[in-house]
């Protein structure tokens, strides 16, 4: 038996294709309309293939790769690549806002040592209320004036004051309200004030709370990480001492 080509097959069913149509013709019958193309798959036309390519790669592009503002001082201002609107919140919209600074690998949130020129002391210094307000900014959500003026005890208080961050669109809600706020896309916190010590300050990011950790969390401060809980950030804090907020103006 003698083997064909798949250009021969392809020449041959041409062929017989045309032939049926010109006797359909001559017999005064209307040839069918050629099938549309498969949709999405391999038959799809090269350069169609190659212009989602090539949105892909621009997609994956757009974030510096080691996060949004990996080349500046803490506290500095800096210009997102995703921004948020408090209006229309959305979940995709959301991740992208908190996953473009790659708080895990971002230098930008590094813990260091730094002088105090007022005490002449070195302090070591970590960056959670500059990786909070990074994202929040970034989201729309309003923050103490002016930005980056505070730390993370006096950020609690700020969003747990009615005149100031309630005021603001700040409200407080449970841990689970937390999660579930998040997942829909709205700027949401989790925050610690330490009357005897550094606080600290997260943001809620979209994900699933854990029974025994709590909400999904992002975290810069002494362990930087991209996914995680509550309690990988807010380590030996009480449970009952945590609140969490959200921004529903």
Known sequence: MKLQSLGQLAGGMAKSLGETARKEVKAGVKPAAPAAPFEGSLFEPLETLKKGLSASIAEAKKFPPNGVGANTYPGSKLTPVVVGDPSHPS??????????FQVGKNPRYTP??????????????TYCNVFTTDVLLAAGAKVPQPPYSVDANQFHQWLADPKKGGKAGWKEVSAADAQKMANDGKATVASYENTKGSGHIAPVKPGEADVDKGPAIANAGANNFDDGHVADGFKDVPKNEIKYYVYDP
Do not use: A
């Not at 260091?112 to 020129?117: F, I, K, Q, V, Y």
């Open 91 to 100: 979940k995709k919209n959301y991740e992208q806002v908190i996953g473009q």
């Open 112 to 125: 260091r040592d730094e002088l105090n020129p007022k005490t002449g002391l070195t302090v070591h210094k």
